[in-house]
């Protein structure tokens, strides 16, 4: 029997505890302190990374912090596991590292829909991810942002793509850019969805000449084994009728009838926005489709998870700029949304000499 029983450390007491103390100083870094951010600035080559960077990183492997570093470098991926190995051995068991030869993938948008929490499957959410990565390639390419005559046609983009996502869950297909893609660029166009519908008709008319009707039919079999878009409409579930008249007549009418120009001018802003996907690279071979469990973004403060993200900027250019990006913003709302009390969590730190 013990008189005095240990008392289990409070929040409070966890955030009160130095992480480090600063070199050649008493100073103390607090859980608390490393919660609040930690700016490292200083000319190149003068030691941020090497020297202030290192001192916190072995402080926080040490602590078992779950980690997603973004590397801009080609050796930094290197580094980091040389780092590990010397100072935290016990820790490699935790690393993930997302790269070229990893063969892992990153769907974010299967990700927001499929994601735990109440908010999963918002098509808003993913809606959000596809309009961010417009406004950044905008910036990038021009330097400015759009101006108010622009929003029509960000409105109808809105629309596009959240019906396309609405239409994809429908049916079960994967939600990715390439299905998305697909989805948009088979889809009814001007008088293509009248011209489907005389088919069907008459392809159901016992009372035509029996050669016309079997043509009809063959017509109609090889546009159908032919285009992803009319495979998809034609296995939708009619569980909820409601948004299966919201998704249909959209694909039957509001879309095809906007006009030849609009609707051109929409699908060609779409294309902006996938095109860096759908081109060989990393972005369509590690972000367009799968999701590896791997890099599910809770595994940092559930499982202490190490994610490297090791496309480098320096390598990879405007590619890697959009890896980081999507993984990045990705990660910081999964961390955001995460809620403290319920189950054993670890603290975590997004960065590391970023470039993005």
């Known amino acids: ?181 697909r989805l948009v660029t088979d889809s009814f166009k001007a008088n293509e969805a009248d011209h489907y519908q005389t088919l069907e008709h008459q392809s159901m008319n016992e009372n035509i000449d029996p050669a016309k009707r079997q043509k009809t039919i063959e017509e109609l079999d090889n546009w159908v084994a032919s285009n992803y878009f009319l495979r998809v409409l034609l296995s939708i579930s009619a569980l909820d009728e409601d948004e299966i008249h919201l998704l249909m007549n959209y694909w039957l009418r509001e879309f095809p009838k906007i006009g030849e120009h609009a609707s051109s001018i929409i699908i060609v802003s779409f294309m902006g926005i996938v095109e860096p996907f759908l081109n060989n690279g990393i972005l369509k071979d590690h972000f367009s489709f799968g999701l590896s469990e791997e890099l599910t973004p809770e595994n940092s403060y559930q499982k202490n998870s190490i994610i490297i993200i090791d496309f480098p900027v320096k390598e990879f250019g405007i590619a890697a700029i959009y890896a980081a990006m999507i993984y990045k913003t990705t990660f910081q709302a999964a961390m955001e949304r995460r809620t403290w009390g319920k189950t054993k969590q670890n603290h975590v730190v997004v960065g590391f000499d970023q470039r993005v």
Not at 106 to 113: A, Q
Request: net charge positive; hydrophobic share 35%.
């Open 1 to 181: 029997m013990r008189l005095f029983q240990s008392k289990a450390k409070s929040h409070e007491d966890i955030l009160d505890t130095t992480l480090y103390t600063l070199p050649k100083t008493k100073d103390p870094i607090t859980w608390a302190d490393s919660l609040e951010g930690v700016l490292i600035t200083g000319s190149t080559g003068s030691g941020k990374t090497s020297g202030a960077g290192k001192h916190i990183a072995k402080a926080i492997l040490k602590n078992k912090f779950g980690m997603c570093i973004l590397c801009s470098k080609k050796n930094e991926r290197e580094n980091w596991i040389k780092l590990i190995e010397k100072h935290a051995p016990e820790r490699m068991k935790d690393v993930v590292v997302f790269n070229k030869d990893s063969g892992l993938h990153f769907n974010f948008l299967e990700y927001e829909m499929t994601r735990t929490g109440e908010g999963s499957g918002e098509v808003l959410n993913a809606i959000e991810a596809l309009i961010g990565l417009n406004d950044l390639n905008r910036v990038y390419l021009s330097g400015g942002a759009s101006g108010k005559d622009e929003r029509f046609w960000d409105l109808s983009l809105r629309r596009l793509i959240s019906r396309s996502i609405s239409t994809l869950r429908k049916t079960g297909e994967e939600i990715s850019i390439v299905n998305m893609r």
